[in-house]
């Protein structure tokens, strides 16, 4: 089911508006998540197209060939994750699941065939029986997915289905998550918070800031090549080299650094991965911390710019605090956006 | 159908409001209306609740008397008994709290039965106010030990104890400068509640009163029996007056301890 | 002093006042109930005699209806005003909330001027209906005070209620009906069962109401009044209140169990 989206907006009350008018395009069986800090209009967008949010006058929506703009809830036939998985606790597991199905007035034995059939799907079947309140934050998270997904929805909705669990428990979920999802074959909104999250589980990502979609790729474009600061900083971490354009390359307080022949004039990035420790580099700088975190080092460096900077380094042993170091960035690691 | 979901539950509401509302409208009216049966066009005066003022000023004094001193015993039992509780929770203090409770459960013709079997002989204890106090302090006080204890168990009351402990403080001293400011907005919610609950009693002070003590509910109770509507309807704007501000006093500040609770 | 004996030393006046007033008198209420001819066959008696019987019948009855009446109409309402946010709702809220500081007198005398002699009912239908005196003037006395009682308690319930609970079941496409059966309803149920049980219990107990309409028919908190006023029947009058206190306590301490704890007071 391809979703359209045309000048959607949100504007709640008499306050500010909490989605901009919005365009997109999501096509069949893609997994699309939208990312951004709380309060960029991720959520009002999903609720939008949920259909548990009246948009602003002007916009469409359209599931495939049908406008669903004015159509409640009820009646979108889409299947929705909430973010406390809004579990029924008067139900029992298999009751919870089977619910959408009931809804629609399907006969009994269908109903217990497709129901088994989520359950083994999920692999939810020795839990089947049990009540809610008897489950783990991680069961309950599969059972969300499994009721959602259960009456065959043309679209699944997920708000930050990983962010009610435990870190350790979100890492090992988040990849049997995304396989779930790619298992359904149905159209996937997934909205986080987290771009990790994002990055791991979707085909394309929607950058989200200030109820504006800022761009919108595959996890590599963004990764690669973000054209603002804002998704440079969001995705990835990247820090600014501020400095002045002059012959010879960027000029920053801790040396020149030369930039690459088809950079632009705009803002120059770097991640601190691709800051390296290099005897014989161009920039120089100083070691304001020193945090060892198993796998590598995480330095804090002054002098370079005038705003902190930090770079991983691998190694055995790290420069001491206090210590100057002089470092480079290859060439194709630098960031170099549009003005 | 679809009119019947959409409004029958506002007109359920509104219904239940002027169930409530009219009687009350018609007693505050009935207070100042010259005469009840010929209506409004009679006049307004403030005559009847003067005449109320004269047959029963006794029983209103005594009933504001009552309730501050109820306030007085049950923060001196209430507040020490809540900490306590709060610090021990186990089966012993559920006990206990349980067993004061049952003031709540049982009817209070019950108890004041109960107090009057036992208490009725001593004519000298029987005969004075502190009869009906206690009464009123048996009554109300699981609501003051209650209001004190949900605040105790909201703040992390051992943390700041040990705390205090930590840098020296004995007990009592943690008592007076920890526990008490600390637990002000629940021990603020179980006094307005007290003196709400105390000066409107009417079950137990009905069997406990004697005729030279009597409370404003009690003097109610007789001027239904035997005034006129409208000195009947003055008494029950009086009691209004005074009991509506405090009913409101005491939501706002249950809304308010429960605020900080959350 | 340590903190052990302070806490013990915050505890004793509370032990001091609820053994003199509570313990002690309850004791002596339970060995009165015994003290007259009969002995402790007396609650026999109670059982046996239909006058105690048809009053035991009728309370319950009451408050039964009363409890079943201002559930629907409270729990309506409640949920109307929890989930509904519109100009005049705190008004509402406060006219509803009105009567919890009304003692059982006074509610006597609003239903009184609704439909006693010189009732509102009796003055504008043209019927004379009075009703205030009868069976259902008491009802009404005793929906009176429940409907706030009530009210409170689901309500702040229903606020609790996660409002994605109710957007996941439409989500599923169920139509507003099924939402308030399969979803709503199940999270009241166990500030329902609170309230009702409190209603229930504050019911069966009342006695300012039933005495200021002095009511044609007996209600056992009225026939232990009168048997100990009265007739000075005190083994009696003991007993029985002993058997409506154990009525409501129990009642109370079924719907705690049941609603897990929520059930707090009888008022």
Same mark, same amino acid.
């Given at each position: %089911?391809?979703?359209?989206?045309t000048?959607?907006a ?8 909490a989605?901009?008018?919005?365009d997109?395009?999501?096509e069949?069986?893609?997994i699309l998540s939208l990312?951004?800090?709380s309060?960029?209009g991720?959520?009002?967008?999903l609720r939008?197209i949920?259909?548990?949010e ?7 929506i ?5 406008d669903v703009?004015?159509?409640p809830?009820?009646?979108?036939h889409?299947?929705m994750?909430f973010q ?6 008067n139900?029992s597991v ?7 199905l009931?809804?629609?007035?399907l ?6 065939s ?16 049990r ?7 991680g069961?309950r998270?599969r059972?969300a ?7 065959r929805p ?12 435990d ?9 049997e ?7 359904? #074959? ?5 909205v ?7 990055l ?5 990502v ?19 090549a973000p054209?603002?600061p804002f ?5 990835g971490?990247? %820090? ?7 012959? #010879? #390359?960027?000029?920053?307080a ?6 690459p ?7 120059v ?5 691709d ?7 161009p920039?120089?700088?100083c ?13 804090g460096?002054s002098?370079?710019?005038d ?5 991983l380094?691998?190694?055995q042993?790290?420069?001491?605090v #206090?210590?100057a170091?002089?470092?480079?960035i290859a060439p194709?690691?630098?960031i170099?956006?549009p003005? | 159908m679809?009119?019947?979901t959409r409004?029958m ?6 219904l239940?409001c ?9 007693s505050?009216?009935?207070g100042?209306t010259?005469?009840?049966?010929r209506?409004?066009s009679s006049g307004l005066?403030?005559?009847w ?5 004269g047959l029963y ?6 009933s504001i008397?009552?309730?501050l ?8 039992i209430?507040?020490?008994?809540a ?8 089966r012993l ?10 003031p709540?459960a ?24 502190s009869?009906i ?12 030990v209650r209001a004190?204890?949900a605040?105790?168990a ?7 104890e040990?705390?205090a402990?930590?840098?020296g403080?004995?007990?009592w001293r943690r ?5 008490v400011p600390?637990a002000?907005p629940?021990i603020l919610?179980?006094s307005l509640?007290v ?5 409107g009693e ?5 069997m406990?009163?004697?005729?030279l ?5 009690v003097?109610l ?12 309807s003055?008494?029950?704007l009086?009691?209004?007056?005074m009991i509506?501000?405090l009913?409101?006093?005491?939501q706002w ?10 | ?9 915050c505890?004793l ?5 609820s053994?003199a ?11 009165s109930?015994?003290?007259g001819?009969?002995?402790w ?6 059982l046996q ?6 009053? +035991?019948?009728?309370?319950l ?6 409890t079943v009446v !201002? ?7 409640g949920?109307? +005003?929890a989930?509904n946010?519109?100009r &005049?709702?705190a008004?509402?809220l ?7 500081a009304?003692?059982?007198v ?5 239903i009184?001027?609704? &439909?006693g ?6 003055q504008?239908?043209?019927g004379?209906?009075?009703f !205030?005196?009868?069976?259902f003037?008491?009802?009404? &006395? ?7 009682r009530?009210?409170?308690t689901?309500?702040? !319930? !229903? ?7 109710e957007?996941?079941?439409?989500s599923?496409?169920a139509p507003?009906s099924?939402v ?7 999270a009241l ?5 609170a ?16 005495f200021?309409l ?21 083994a ?5 209140s002993?058997a409506? &206190? ?10 705690r ?8 007071s009888?008022?």
């Amino acid at each position: %089911m391809t979703l359209t989206l045309t000048c959607v907006a949100k504007t709640y009350g008499s306050g500010p508006r909490a989605l901009h008018p919005t365009d997109l395009r999501i096509e069949t069986g893609e997994i699309l998540s939208l990312l951004g800090p709380s309060g960029c209009g991720k959520t009002t967008l999903l609720r939008l197209i949920a259909g548990l949010e009246e948009a602003d006058p002007g916009a469409e929506i359209r599931f495939g060939d049908e406008d669903v703009t004015h159509l409640p809830v009820e009646r979108r036939h889409i299947g929705m994750v909430f973010q406390s998985y809004a579990l029924f606790p008067n139900m029992s597991v298999r009751d919870n699941i089977g619910y959408g199905l009931r809804m629609q007035r399907l006969p009994r034995a269908e109903i217990r065939s497709r129901v088994e059939e989520v359950i083994a799907l999920c692999r939810l079947e020795p839990y089947a029986d049990r009540a809610i309140t008897a489950l783990s934050g991680g069961q309950r998270q599969r059972v969300a997915l499994a009721r959602a997904f259960a009456p065959r929805p043309r679209i699944m909705l997920l708000d930050e289905p990983l962010s009610a669990l435990d870190a350790a428990l979100r890492l090992a979920l988040r990849d049997e998550l995304a396989a779930l999802l790619r298992s359904f #074959g149905t159209t996937v909104i997934f909205v986080t918070h987290d771009q990790d999250e994002a990055l791991a589980i979707s085909d394309r990502v929607a950058v989200m800031e200030a109820g504006q979609i800022r761009q919108i790729g595959t996890p590599e474009e963004l990764y690669r090549a973000p054209r603002s600061p804002f998704v440079a900083e969001f995705v990835g971490h990247a %820090m600014p080299l501020a400095g002045a354009r002059r012959v #010879g #390359g960027l000029h920053l307080a801790g040396g020149i650094l030369p930039l690459p022949a088809e950079a632009g004039p705009g803002p120059v990035y770097v991640r601190a991965e691709d800051l390296r420790l290099d005897p014989h580099g161009p920039l120089r700088a100083c070691v304001d911390s020193v945090t060892f975190l198993g796998t590598h080092y995480r330095l804090g460096l002054s002098a370079l710019t005038d705003q902190r900077l930090y770079a991983l380094h691998h190694g055995q042993s790290a420069p001491r605090v #206090g210590e100057a170091v002089t470092l480079s960035i290859a060439p194709e690691a630098l960031i170099c956006l549009p003005l | 159908m679809k009119l019947l979901t959409r409004y029958m539950p506002l007109a359920v509401t509104l219904l239940a409001c002027a169930f409530l509302l009219v009687p009350t409208l018609q007693s505050v009216l009935a207070g100042i209306t010259a005469n009840y049966f010929r209506g409004l066009s009679s006049g307004l005066t403030l005559k009847w609740v003067g005449e109320v003022w004269g047959l029963y000023a006794d029983s209103i004094l005594l009933s504001i008397w009552l309730a501050l001193a109820c306030l007085a015993v049950t923060l001196l039992i209430g507040v020490p008994a809540a900490y306590a509780l709060a610090r021990a929770p186990g089966r012993l203090s559920r006990v206990l709290e349980e067993f004061i409770s049952l003031p709540l459960a049982i009817p209070g013709l019950a108890l004041a039965l109960a107090l009057l079997q036992l208490y009725g002989a001593q004519q000298g204890f029987r005969a004075h106010w502190s009869f009906i106090l206690v009464g009123h302090v048996l009554y109300t006080l699981p609501f003051m030990v209650r209001a004190v204890q949900a605040v105790l168990a909201a703040i992390d009351l051992k943390t700041l104890e040990e705390g205090a402990a930590s840098l020296g403080a004995p007990p009592w001293r943690r008592f007076v400068d920890i526990v008490v400011p600390n637990a002000l907005p629940g021990i603020l919610a179980g006094s307005l509640t007290v003196v709400t609950l105390s000066i409107g009693e009417f079950n137990l002070t009905w069997m406990l009163h004697t005729p030279l003590l009597k409370t404003l509910p009690v003097g109610l109770a007789d001027s239904y029996a035997s005034m006129r509507l409208e000195i009947a309807s003055a008494y029950t704007l009086v009691f209004f007056v005074m009991i509506v501000p405090l009913l409101m006093a005491m939501q706002w500040a249950t809304a308010r301890a429960q605020r900080i609770l959350s | 002093m340590t903190a052990r004996h302070f806490g013990t030393l915050c505890l004793l006046p509370l032990l001091i006042f609820s053994l003199a007033f509570l313990a002690l008198p309850l004791v002596r209420l339970v060995l009165s109930s015994a003290a007259g001819e009969a002995g402790w066959g007396i609650y026999l008696q109670m059982l046996q005699k239909p006058r105690y019987l048809s009053a +035991l019948a009728q309370t319950l009855a009451v408050s039964a209806a009363v409890t079943v009446v !201002a559930l629907a109409v409270s729990t309506t309402a409640g949920l109307y +005003l929890a989930r509904n946010r519109f100009r &005049g709702r705190a008004i509402l809220l406060s006219i509803l909330t009105l009567p919890l500081a009304f003692p059982g007198v006074v509610v006597g005398f609003m239903i009184i001027l609704l &439909g006693g002699r010189q009732g509102l009912v009796n003055q504008i239908t043209p019927g004379h209906l009075v009703f !205030a005196y009868s069976t259902f003037g008491l009802f009404l &006395g005793y929906l009176y005070f429940s409907i706030p009682r009530v009210l409170l308690t689901v309500m702040a !319930a !229903a606020e609790k209620i996660d409002p994605a609970l109710e957007e996941a079941a439409r989500s599923l496409g169920a139509p507003p009906s099924r939402v308030l059966w399969d979803v709503l309803l199940p999270a009241l149920r166990p500030a329902m069962v609170a309230a009702g049980a409190i209603a229930f219990a504050t019911a069966m107990g009342a006695f300012g109401t039933a005495f200021t309409l002095a009511t044609d028919i007996d209600v056992l908190p009225m026939v232990i009044y009168t048997e100990f006023t009265l007739s000075a029947n005190f083994a009696m009058a003991s007993a029985l209140s002993i058997a409506l &206190g154990l009525v409501t306590w129990s009642v109370l301490l079924i719907a705690r169990s049941l609603s897990g704890g929520a059930v707090a007071s009888g008022g």
